[in-house]
Nanobody, 128 residues
Framework: QVQLVESGGGSVKAGGTLRLSCAAS??????????MGWFRQVIGKEREGVASISNGGGYTRYADFVKGRFTISQDNAKNTLYLQMNSLKPEDTAKYYCAAAVDSCVFAPLLRPLYDYWGQGTQVTVSS
């Protein structure tokens, strides 16, 4: 059974930093067709892609609104995905979700329907 557990959310002031973590378990095989990503959602709005990374880290993608501020990375030895968030803005306030795609994800696109497994999310609140 695949489980994704996010942590690291919290409340910070604008300009601050947070580092989200996602501990993955139950993904029994590794393939270059797999990838992982971070999405976020504000109540009443669509869930949107933030950043993604291919298995092995060869490809990364970022939404335009986080480029230059957020960095996605993974530690395969620890089965953990990270999202380093710098220069946070109030508009980054959202619930952040970790997701995993087990196939068709060689280039790590930020396409929500492609992802098979989701965590429960961690809240990030940025005040001005």
């Amino acid at each position: 059974q695949v489980q994704l557990v996010e942590s690291g959310g919290g409340s910070v002031k604008a300009g601050g930093t947070l580092r989200l973590s996602c501990a993955a378990s139950g993904i029994t095989s590794t393939s270059s067709r797999q990838c992982m990503g971070w999405f976020r959602q504000v109540i009443g709005k669509e869930r949107e892609g933030v950043a993604s990374i291919s298995n092995g880290g060869g490809y990364t993608r970022y939404a335009d609104f986080v480029k230059g501020r957020f960095t996605i990375s993974q530690d395969n030895a620890k089965n953990t995905l990270y999202l380093q968030m710098n220069s946070l803005k109030p508009e980054d306030t959202a619930k952040y979700y970790c997701a995993a795609a087990v196939d068709s994800c060689v280039f790590a696109p930020l396409l929500r329907p492609l992802y098979d497994y989701w965590g429960q999310g961690t809240q990030v609140t940025v005040s001005s």
